[in-house]
């Protein structure tokens, strides 16, 4: 059974940071592009963040750049989001996902309908 559990979230000040992490069990992880979404009250599911499958290559939206960093550790079977100097408008449920197609060559994925497993995600605000 294909399964996907983030965790990390939580309450934060503006400027603060969160680390949140994304295990996988059933599959081997390190197959597979792996991505984080979000999804804020009243808005669409959107993009943050994309590494491939040997963690050479990532990707991000702009509103994360320079703040976010992805990570995976292939051998944990684990993938990573570092979040600093958050902000307000980072407060979302916060969904790790895995690419639909195992080994597919990265070319930036970055829209839902090109991951297949999804986490039941974790809460991030950011407020004072």
């Known amino acids: 059974q294909v399964q996907l559990v983030e965790s990390g979230g939580g309450l934060v000040q503006p400027g603060g940071s969160l680390r949140l992490s994304c295990e996988a069990s059933?599959?081997?992880?390190?197959?597979?592009?792996m991505g984080w979404f979000r999804q804020a009250p009243g808005k669409e599911r959107e993009f943050v963040a994309s590494i491939s499958w040997s963690g050479s290559s990532t990707l991000y939206a702009d509103s994360v750049k320079g703040r976010f960093t992805i990570s995976r550790d292939n051998a944990g079977n684990t993938v990573n989001l570092q979040m600093n100097r958050l902000k307000p408008e980072d407060t979302a449920v916060y969904y790790c996902a895995a690419d639909s197609r195992d080994y597919r060559p990265f070319l930036g994925q970055r829209s839902p309908a090109e991951f297949g497993s999804w986490g039941q995600g974790t809460q991030v605000t950011v407020s004072s």
């Open positions: 059933g599959f081997t992880l390190d197959h597979y592009a």
